[in-house]
């Protein structure tokens, strides 16, 4: 007959090991859930990170081409057309201007149709060689039907779609090199005139998605709108993929709208794609077993932890079982505390033996984790320059306002403010990113001193957003005036640029008639802040007139 210590033994070294298993499992199979989502979120931020990058730089493109028509097109209105030759040298000097303060232009160029005029031709500068434009003899394009939009596209979609627009890659004619373009027609009373455009050097693309990695191996694509390679570091130009019909040996599965899994060279991948403003796609791709090996390593140290703690315990429980029964319930009780998130609890044991160790190290360790918990959730949802949320916050707000949105229990009320760093890149050039550090920390103590009951991030470089609700959002009347003016005080009162304030805002209400989802309310509000950025610099650009 056993004693009951040998029963009590067994049954305890039975139930923990039952115990242990199970919490082991459950932590096996969390770990690799949440590990999971992790590494999508990274993906999806890298992706959604250098679509922002490569979307400001085609943005800045788009503005110097729609800001050259746009003054040339007005002027037009206001001249008689025998003064087109005039007007063509007035817009010379302005374009270069331009075309010189952004980057990557390998070519600009004012070309007038033939049908127009035959004397005046327009203008053509080029920058081979990096040192600067040159002019350029113009193509002649006398040579070619400018309704046929097969050929000599940069000239002939513009005139038959009558708006700006983005061209697939393809080599310019007569310097035989290969450029992405933008271009914008221009029209004098309704009737076309000619074309302006950008044409950007092909590399200055290249480098600026080569910038997009992550892991150890992963790096970015571009696809154009029928799926042919814009860049790729592994294919040739000239390839078509379509991932839809498995043309990178096959794809296994969509895992969400822009969320694949493929192989590439017998190597199994994901890839997030990201639909850009001017069709192209663009396409963060990492092995998929690079994307699990966190997880994995982590589930692989738990395994051995929970081994060697099982193998402590059943020694301890065998060697004094009777003694610890009560300090084990408790110890056993703190740490389902703790696996259920809980940090607070109290372990009264403190003698000096195995068991008032154990519970001492596990009060240590316990205090390490939840210490770590809050650390990490920093590092992860708080922007370390401005101490606001960041944009991985930002998304996790996102989510579950959207869920709010899906699921209503009530009546949902929200605005969605977005606020641009004007100048920052002026700053940080001229000044330095120290600087440029204290421009963004002056303008988010001004967003967070205003909106101080509602939530502030930074989702990007110079950008920030707040979700106004409850007092703010009753209140978002006088709150926006009271930023413009502390705005402008703390403009007038800023010895140096850096210290300054441009900060431009714009505010769209949730509205459930139009707004299907949070993003749509965002991009409201993005809109009318461009407008009202458009407005600022109209502003001071009479303030800097009645200065000269």
């Known amino acids: 007959m056993h004693s009951i210590r040998t029963k009590f033994t067994l049954l305890a070294v039975c139930t923990m090991i039952v115990a242990i298993g199970i919490v082991t499992s459950i932590g096996v199979v969390s770990i690799r859930k949440l590990g999971r989502s992790d590494a999508d979120q990274m993906i999806h931020l890298t992706a959604t990170t250098g679509a922002m990058n490569l979307e ?34 007035r817009s010379r000097n302005l374009f270069g201007r331009i075309a010189n303060n952004t980057n990557g232009v390998l070519t600009y160029y004012f070309r007038i149709d033939p049908e127009i005029s035959e004397t005046t031709k327009g203008f053509w500068y080029v920058n081979l060689d990096g040192k600067g434009f040159e002019e350029h003899e113009v193509t002649d394009i006398t040579q070619y039907d400018t309704n046929d ?14 708006k700006g627009i983005w061209l697939p890659t393809y080599f310019t004619e007569n310097l035989d090199v290969r450029v992405i373009s933008y271009n914008a027609p221009v029209y004098w009373k309704e009737k076309f005139v000619g074309v302006i455009g950008i044409e950007i050097n092909y590399e200055t693309l290249a480098s600026e998605v080569e910038k997009i990695t992550i892991f150890d191996s992963g790096y ?16 040739d130009d000239s390839v078509q993929l379509d ?15 822009n969320h694949i899994e493929y192989k590439h060279n017998g190597i199994e991948k994901e890839a997030v794609w990201i639909l850009l403003s001017n069709g192209m796609r663009l396409y963060v791709s990492a092995p998929v077993s690079e994307i699990d090996r966190g997880w994995q390593t982590m589930i692989k140290n738990i395994l051995v932890a929970s081994v060697a703690i099982l193998l402590g315990v059943i020694y301890i429980v065998m060697r004094f079982s009777d003694h610890i029964t009560k300090p084990l319930g408790d110890l056993t009780e703190a740490a389902i505390q703790v696996d259920q998130g809980n940090h607070d609890f109290d372990l009264d044991y403190d003698e000096d033996d195995e068991v008032g160790i154990l519970t001492r190290t596990f009060k240590q360790l316990a205090a390490h984790t939840k210490e770590h918990i809050s650390t990490l959730n920093k590092q ?21 306002l959207q869920d709010q949105m899906d699921n209503p229990e009530g009546i949902l009320e929200f605005a969605f403010g977005v606020f641009d760093c004007d100048d920052l890149k002026y700053i940080n050039d001229t000044y330095g990113h120290d600087k440029g550090d204290i421009y963004l920390k002056t303008a988010s103590k001004l967003i967070c001193n205003i909106f101080q009951h509602s939530p502030v991030f930074r989702i990007g470089g110079d950008e920030f957003a707040v979700i106004l609700e409850n007092e703010d959002l009753k209140n978002k009347d006088e709150l926006i005036d009271k930023f413009r003016k502390t705005r402008e005080e703390i403009c007038k ?22 707004d299907t989802s949070v993003i749509d309310v965002a991009r409201r509000a993005d809109q009318h802040m461009y407008e009202n950025k458009h407005i600022r610099k109209q502003e001071r650009n009479r303030t800097d007139d009645r200065r000269l």
């Open 56 to 89: 400001s730089y085609f943005d800045s493109v788009e503005h110097s081409v729609e800001t050259v028509s746009t003054l040339v097109q007005d002027s037009l209105e206001e001249m008689p057309f025998e003064q087109l030759e005039s007007q063509v040298e």
């Open 149 to 162: 939009t097969s050929a000599l596209v940069w000239f002939t979609v513009p005139k038959a779609t009558g």
């Open 220 to 235: 970015a694509f571009i696809l154009d709108e029928d799926s042919n390679v814009i860049y790729h570091p592994d294919l």
């Open 243 to 257: 991932l839809e019909s498995n043309d990178i040996d096959n794809v296994d599965k969509f895992i969400g709208s």
């Open 380 to 400: 992860v949802y708080v922007d370390a320059l401005t101490s606001v949320r960041n944009k991985a916050g930002y998304s996790q707000y996102i989510a579950k």
């Open 493 to 514: 009162a800023a010895k140096n640029e850096w210290e300054e304030v441009n900060v431009t805002m714009g505010l769209a209400i949730y509205d459930p008639a139009i």
